[in-house]
């Protein structure tokens, strides 16, 4: 009898633990950042950009998204300003239209600020 109670103890503290580490991780989650929301954007193929480059990134709805180049967190040419659907996303872009140098693409919207690096080198 003794050790069916010390089962039933041992049991209840088991179970109280795991709804206590359940309650905390659902505590810890309120107010992360939900991945649904943000567009994925992909690195250019080539470490030194020149000629045309294509950017490519994927909208997982309908999202509003300005597509830019920034130099030095200043926007220095905003290639789009519309609103995409879901799915993949191709922009082309002649970088001789900007002198060489280190610039960052990228895209902004709402919800998010990405960018990656890119160099020039025409």
């Known amino acids: 009898m003794e050790k069916a109670v010390q089962f039933l103890f041992v049991t209840f503290l088991i179970l109280i633990a795991i709804i206590g580490y359940r309650a905390l991780l659902r505590r810890f989650q309120k107010g992360q950042v939900n991945h649904q929301q943000f567009c994925e954007l992909y690195p250019i193929d080539e470490l030194v950009a020149i000629g045309e480059i294509t950017f490519y990134f994927v909208c997982p709805a309908a999202t509003e998204v300005l597509f830019g180049i920034w130099q030095n967190q200043q926007l220095v040419l905003e290639l789009k300003k519309e609103q995409f659907e879901a799915g993949g996303h191709l922009i082309r ?30």
Not at 94 to 101: H, K, R
Request: charged share 15%.
């Open 93 to 122: 872009f002649e970088s001789t239209a900007l002198p060489n140098g280190v610039y960052y693409y990228g895209i902004q919207t709402s919800h998010q600020h990405t960018t990656k690096r890119m160099e020039i080198a025409n």
